[in-house]
């Protein structure tokens, strides 16, 4: 994450609110401890066990599995408006960067741990070294969300990069509800999904937190202030996206 937002500042020096970002990734980190220390693991069984089949078959279906399961809940994330009042917060950053990685809601990893991680151990149990692999290799999502200009043109189905990505995070209306992929943009392309990059759009939305409290209450914020707008008959004040920390 360092090295990567190191090399931004040498290729694209700009603002970022990269305040905002450490503190949400200081959040997630901490719920992070606590859902792979401290919640427990999903022990009804498996479709596939990983360690009865052959190591490289089975960690490709670990990937495969585990990466459609994050796509689905990505889907869900952008059509389900409980889901989405979390996930704006990750959409919020108008100068995406690495830092951005961790932008998140601090109980995204809570549902997920309920939901989509049950679910695809349910289809195949990694082995721990397996498992190990996957979550060194989601590291790859800094270099996703980095401002680096990196595009693989007609090879952009094969693998997330940053032209593919940014073109998810892009304000324009032209480019809502594409390019959700994780690290295989192929489940985009079996669902219609998927768009070729095309340049690099602002992104960003209108509001974005302005402290660490917000960051707190994000999901419940916009519509409180809306719900006190109408007791008062005040307008409601919803503070623009700031790019500077």
């Not at 997630?28 to 498996?46: A, C, E, L, N």
């Not at 190990?132 to 980095?146: D, N, P, Q, R």
């Not at 997330?160 to 985009?188: G, I, K």
């Amino acid at each position: 994450m360092a090295g990567i937002t190191w090399l931004e500042r040498l290729r694209n020096p700009g603002p970022s609110d990269w305040v905002r970002n450490l503190q949400a990734y200081a959040l997630d980190f901490g719920i992070s401890y606590f859902v792979h220390v401290y919640w427990p693991k999903w022990m009804g069984g498996s479709l596939l066990d990983a360690a009865a089949m052959p190591y490289w078959l089975a960690l490709a279906l670990v990937f495969v599995t585990r990466d459609f399961t994050e796509w689905l809940f990505h889907i869900a994330q952008h059509r389900l408006p409980w889901l989405w009042a979390m996930h704006s917060l990750h959409h919020s950053d108008t100068e995406m960067t690495a830092l951005t990685t961790n932008r998140h809601f601090c109980g995204d990893r809570l549902i997920k741990a309920l939901t989509i991680w049950p679910l695809a151990t349910m289809i195949i149990n990694p082995t721990s070294s397996m498992f190990v692999i996957y979550a060194a290799f989601s590291l790859y999502h800094y270099f996703v969300h980095a401002s680096l200009k990196v595009d693989f043109g007609k090879w952009s189905w094969l693998l997330n990069s940053p032209a593919y990505h940014r073109r998810h995070h892009s304000r324009l209306p032209e480019h809502y509800d594409t390019n959700f992929a994780t690290l295989f943009p192929v489940f985009d392309v079996i669902a219609g999904t998927y768009r070729r990059p095309d340049g690099w759009p602002p992104c960003g939305l209108d509001e974005a937190p302005r402290s660490f409290a917000d960051l707190l209450d994000w999901p419940v914020r916009a519509p409180l202030r809306r719900w006190l707008a109408k007791v008062t008959g005040k307008t409601a004040e919803i503070p623009a996206a700031n790019a500077e920390a």
